[in-house]
């Protein structure tokens, strides 16, 4: 099939061989295991056990409190030890439940037992996934109950399976497309039970043409499911950019890809929909890359969600000297951390340990205008501008040129000779401008009228 891709892009430099030929090892934790009761978009969860209780594999922890929300489950049997605001390791504190493992694994009733998922209607899959705390597991985290819950069914035509992986370094889905072919596959098949008009498309970078082999023969026959290469190009897995590759279609800020007629899921995810709804086991564990130049054995562990990073980083080997940077996913768009005291979450695609902090190396220098950031942004917006217009605080002038439109991919930074601080100063803008409407929103919410005066 003829590979597809999009306008704009950069290729920066892979490392996925350092990973990509590492086996997923299981990996049993050793210490206290911490769950954040945030590790999605939305609300957080709201504790549901207490210092002192007796929890089991697949209990839930925490419970979703609203709409856009999830259920953290516990992935391990043991006793609640704290529940406690703990810094995610990027300054931010969030209300967690910390677990001593009893490494019994004693689990709740019925857990991992096979389901005649065949049988199930569409509210009790969509039900078993919400109830399973599944969440976007490529970094975005944006929960899978509300990315399924679309206004009609019958008009989506295309659920993309995202398995593009265009950030260096990571491996993780690569591997589970090697490893768990059939996984991946029953998910995207479950998940086509709710879009009966749909087709079912795994996008895949074509630097992984053993990956693409295998879901091929996998595929092979099916009227509804088939594979699409994609030209390895970053950011060839941002949602707007794959729906773009796969269908032709645009999407913006203001759409939803349903709107589109299209919904897309992160490759781990649709694996844990095939868990979550053929065998009754919730989101508990997730497969991490730890890699990087500081790494000794770069690899691929599945571990129990919680797990502290520092035992993952002490099973691949440790480091080769004291890391200049570790961040949790990839390069471009992953967020740095302190220290190695920060637990698994539903959204740790890849530890990366680096001997050196590139960025902090370069100081940045006066725009030489060669335009090269625009030839790169895949949302066709003009970085060099909207950087000026942030940094004079313009936000009228910066929505007005399409700042909200910016994807945060990083790609104008990545490539700007003059290693000018473009997408950190958009993003910041973006953010500002986004609570600035909610802000607005708010408080014509709370003002007597509604704030409808005038309306007829
Ligand atoms: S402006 Fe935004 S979308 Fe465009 S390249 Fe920069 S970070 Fe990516
Ligand atoms: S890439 Fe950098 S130097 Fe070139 S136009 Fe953009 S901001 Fe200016």
Same mark, same amino acid.
């Given at each position: 099939?003829?590979?597809?891709?999009?306008?704009?892009?950069? =290729?920066?430099?892979?490392?996925?061989?350092?990973?990509?030929?590492?086996?997923?090892?299981?990996?049993? +934790?050793?210490?206290?295991?911490?769950?954040?009761?945030?590790? =999605?978009?939305?609300?957080?969860? @709201? +504790?549901?056990?207490?210092?002192?209780?007796?929890?089991?594999?697949?209990?839930?922890?925490?419970?979703?409190?609203?709409?856009?929300?999830?259920?953290?489950?516990?992935?391990?049997?043991?006793?609640?030890?704290?529940?406690?605001?703990?810094?995610?390791?990027?300054?931010?504190?969030?209300?967690?439940?910390?677990?001593?493992? &009893?490494?019994?694994?004693?689990?709740?009733?019925?857990?991992?037992?096979?389901?005649?998922?065949?049988?199930?209607?569409?509210?009790?899959?969509?039900?078993?996934?919400?109830?399973?705390?599944?969440?976007?597991?490529?970094?975005?985290?944006? +929960?899978?109950?509300?990315?399924?819950?679309?206004?009609?069914?019958?008009?989506?035509?295309?659920?993309?399976?995202?398995?593009?992986?265009?950030? +260096?370094?990571?491996?993780?889905? =690569? %591997?589970?497309?090697?490893?768990? @072919?059939?996984?991946? !596959?029953?998910?995207?098949?479950?998940?086509?039970?709710?879009?009966?008009?749909?087709?079912?498309?795994?996008?895949?970078?074509?630097?992984?043409? &053993?990956?693409?082999?295998?879901?091929?023969?996998?595929?092979?026959?099916?009227? #509804?499911?088939?594979?699409?290469?994609?030209?390895?190009?970053?950011?060839?897995?941002?949602?707007?950019?794959?729906?773009?590759?796969?269908?032709?279609?645009?999407?913006?800020?203001?759409?939803?890809?349903?709107?589109?007629?299209?919904?897309?899921?992160?490759?781990?995810?649709?694996?844990?929909?095939?868990?979550?709804?053929?065998?009754?086991?919730?989101?508990?564990? %997730?497969?991490?890359?730890?890699?990087?130049?500081?790494?000794?054995?770069?690899?691929?562990?599945?571990?129990?969600?919680?797990?502290?990073?520092?035992?993952?980083?002490?099973?691949?080997?440790?480091?080769?000297?004291?890391?200049?940077?570790?961040?949790?996913?990839?390069?471009?768009?992953?967020?740095?951390?302190?220290?190695?005291?920060?637990? !698994?979450?539903? @959204?740790?695609?890849?530890?990366?340990?680096?001997?050196?902090?590139?960025?902090?190396?370069?100081?940045?220098?006066?725009?030489?205008?060669?335009? %090269?950031?625009? &030839?790169?942004?895949?949302?066709?917006?003009?970085?060099?501008?909207?950087?000026?217009?942030?940094? #004079?605080? &313009?936000?009228?002038?910066?929505?007005?040129?399409?700042?909200?439109?910016?994807?945060?991919?990083?790609?104008?930074?990545?490539?700007?000779?003059?290693? %000018?601080?473009?997408?950190?100063?958009?993003?910041?803008?973006?953010?500002?401008?986004?609570?600035?409407?909610?802000?607005?929103?708010?408080?014509?919410?709370?003002?007597?009228?509604?704030?409808?005066?005038?309306?007829?």
């Amino acid at each position: 099939m003829k590979t597809r891709s999009f306008k704009g892009g950069v =290729h920066p430099a892979g490392g996925k061989e350092m990973s990509s030929g590492s086996q997923i090892v299981r990996l049993e +934790p050793k210490g206290e295991l911490i769950f954040p009761m945030l590790q =999605h978009i939305g609300a957080p969860a @709201t +504790p549901a056990v207490k210092p002192g209780d007796r929890v089991l594999l697949g209990s839930v922890i925490g419970r979703a409190s609203g709409f856009v929300s999830c259920n953290i489950i516990s992935s391990v049997s043991g006793t609640v030890k704290r529940v406690e605001p703990i810094d995610n390791g990027a300054g931010t504190m969030i209300e967690s439940v910390v677990i001593e493992s &009893d490494s019994e694994y004693e689990a709740v009733e019925g857990f991992g037992d096979p389901r005649d998922y065949d049988r199930l209607s569409k509210d009790e899959i969509r039900r078993i996934i919400s109830e399973a705390g599944l969440v976007g597991m490529g970094g975005a985290g944006f +929960p899978t109950s509300v990315k399924l819950a679309v206004k009609d069914d019958s008009l989506i035509d295309y659920v993309i399976v995202n398995g593009a992986e265009c950030e +260096p370094y990571i491996t993780c889905d =690569h %591997r589970l497309m090697l490893e768990r @072919t059939e996984k991946a !596959v029953l998910g995207l098949k479950i998940l086509l039970r709710l879009f009966e008009n749909a087709k079912g498309v795994f996008a895949v970078e074509n630097n992984k043409p &053993d990956a693409i082999g295998a879901l091929g023969e996998a595929v092979r026959g099916s009227k #509804r499911m088939y594979v699409q290469p994609l030209k390895t190009k970053y950011p060839q897995g941002g949602e707007r950019v794959v729906v773009n590759a796969v269908t032709g279609r645009r999407l913006s800020s203001k759409k939803l890809p349903s709107e589109l007629g299209c919904v897309v899921v992160n490759l781990a995810t649709v694996a844990a929909v095939a868990d979550a709804v053929a065998y009754s086991t919730p989101l508990v564990s %997730r497969i991490v890359t730890v890699t990087g130049e500081d790494i000794k054995e770069p690899s691929n562990f599945e571990v129990p969600l919680g797990t502290a990073t520092g035992e993952l980083v002490e099973a691949a080997g440790g480091f080769l000297e004291p890391p200049k940077k570790i961040i949790l996913g990839g390069p471009m768009m992953g967020s740095s951390v302190s220290g190695l005291n920060v637990p !698994v979450t539903k @959204t740790t695609s890849c530890i990366l340990c680096l001997k050196n902090d590139g960025a902090a190396a370069k100081e940045p220098s006066a725009c030489i205008r060669c335009g %090269r950031c625009l &030839d790169v942004c895949p949302e066709r917006l003009m970085p060099a501008k909207l950087k000026a217009l942030a940094d #004079r605080f &313009d936000y009228g002038g910066f929505e007005n040129l399409g700042g909200l439109e910016c994807i945060g991919c990083g790609s104008c930074t990545y490539i700007c000779p003059a290693k %000018r601080r473009l997408s950190q100063s958009i993003t910041a803008a973006k953010r500002q401008v986004l609570a600035d409407k909610r802000a607005a929103a708010q408080k014509r919410s709370l003002e007597p009228s509604g704030g409808k005066e005038g309306e007829k």
